[in-house]
């Protein structure tokens, strides 16, 4: 072997450690970067597992005041859902702010909180609540130049969207005192529920097809189908149940109208974030958002249910 051959051997095997010690420090340099923005697998694995978990723990916790309030009566309901309401509410009064509005939090507020607990005193109450709110908003709008027809539609609408349509569960429960009355509270609080998880569950695994894409893109048609499946399912236990009597075609018509109707409610919040640039209503709710982004569909169901199972002849 040539001298000059020896002496490029050596010398290419005197780069080749160099080469390899460059490359490793260029993996951890990029592996330290990623773990920086948090982009590795293992991260990624373990932030979804502490958002399940943490989203898992809040849901259960939620459930378990609300159907123990259903449970024991009338007025623990009545209570709970005027916080309820109240909560949604202030959530709804400060992103209606971000836009430029001024409503009443006072007025608004105040009648939020009624109306849950006049549906648990006397119901006929609550028309004359209504007027008085509405007279309330029209002395305010006429002694202030500065408040808007805008102000004043948002301060007379925000606890018609809340506390009167919740209200709709506390004349549920009220129509039987008893158990089975906790039951169809239940039943259709439970409807609510399982609309909702059906749908993320088969929309996250089976959705192609964008339901409303310009309001919320992930929800597709088929979550939507797989909704209404659990919400059918649940009403179907309810009618097998016997509870309160309620009928299979009855049971089948509320599980499906009130799905929809909760679609619908979760849009129209979804369409109140979007309109002023939101991603979540509060942050009450850790893993959920905002009481409001946990009861959309429960406001716009429950008072469907009310209007189908007073029509059926139940409550």
């Known amino acids: 072997m040539s001298p000059e051959a020896d002496t490029t051997r050596q010398a290419e095997g005197a780069e080749t450690p160099m080469t390899r010690r460059e490359r490793l420090a ?3 340099a990029v592996r330290e970067s990623k773990r920086e923005e948090g982009s590795l697998r293992s991260q990624k694995a373990r932030g979804w597992m502490e958002k399940l978990l943490t989203r898992t723990l809040t849901g259960a916790i939620y ?3 609300v159907l123990a309030c259903l449970w024991f009566g009338t007025l623990p309901t009545a209570l709970l859902f005027a916080a309820m309401g109240w909560l949604c509410c202030s959530e709804l009064l400060h992103m209606v702010r971000m836009s430029g509005r001024m409503p009443n939090e006072f007025l608004a507020l105040g009648a939020t909180v009624l109306f849950p ?8 109450y609550l028309i004359g609540v209504l007027f008085i709110h509405f007279m309330a ?12 027809l805008g102000d004043v539609a948002i301060t ?3 606890p018609f969207y809340t506390g009167l349509m919740f209200s709709a569960i506390v004349y549920i429960r009220q129509a039987h005192p008893g158990y089975q009355g906790a039951l169809l509270a239940m039943g259709v609080v439970g409807g609510i529920w399982a609309n909702d998880a059906f749908a993320y569950l088969i929309g996250s695994r089976f959705g192609k097809t964008k339901l409303a894409p310009k309001i919320s893109p992930n929800k597709s048609w088929e979550g939507l189908w797989g909704g209404l499946a659990g919400s059918v399912l649940v009403w179907a236990v309810v009618a097998g149940s016997g509870v309160c009597q309620v009928s299979w075609p009855l049971a089948i018509t509320t599980g499906i109208l009130s799905a929809v109707s909760g679609i619908v409610g979760d849009l129209f919040e979804s369409r109140i974030k979007r309109g002023v640039g939101v991603k979540d209503s509060g942050n009450i709710m850790p893993g959920h958002g905002g009481m409001l982004d946990r009861s959309d569909a429960l406001i716009f169901g429950a008072t469907t249910a009310y209007i189908i199972l007073r029509l059926g002849g139940i409550i």
Do not use: H, K
């Open 26 to 28: 260029m993996r951890r």
């Open 63 to 65: 459930a378990i005041i």
């Open 137 to 148: 908003c029209a002395v305010w709008y006429e002694s202030d130049l500065r408040v808007s």
């Open 156 to 158: 007379f609408f925000a």
């Open 117 to 124: 607990l006049l549906a648990f005193v006397r119901p006929v």
